[in-house]
């Protein structure tokens, strides 16, 4: 059974960091390519990061260039998204996805970006 789990999310102030993590089990992790995407209230889940499955390429969002670092650690089986200087409107839910053979969803962690 394949799980994806991830973790720390929570409240943050304007220009503040967090780093979250998605831990996979189940699954051939260094197979797959993983994402990181978001969904904000009332809003489409969007796309805000991207690497492959050895972390050779990385792709983001415009919104989030610059300020947002994907990584991964195929040894941990662990995909990070370090995030800085962040923004009320990075608040969200954000989910990670592995994509290889299937596709497999996060449950999501909120981030919450407030003062």
């Known amino acids: 059974q394949v799980r994806l789990v991830e973790a720390g999310g929570g409240l943050v102030q304007p220009g503040g960091s967090l780093r979250l993590s998605c831990a996979a089990s189940?699954?051939?992790?260094?197979?797959?390519?993983m994402k990181w995407f978001r969904q904000a209230p009332g809003k489409e889940r969007e796309l805000v990061a991207s690497i492959t499955s050895v972390g050779g390429w990385t792709n983001y969002a415009d919104s989030v260039k610059g300020r947002f670092t994907i990584s991964r650690d195929n040894a941990k089986n662990t995909v990070y998204l370090q995030m800085n200087s962040l923004k009320p409107e990075d608040t969200a839910v954000y989910y990670c996805?592995?994509?290889?053979?299937?596709?497999?969803w996060g449950q999501g962690t909120q981030v919450t970006v407030s003062s």
């Open positions: 189940g699954l051939i992790f260094s197979n797959y390519a």
């Open positions: 996805r592995a994509e290889g053979r299937n596709f497999y």
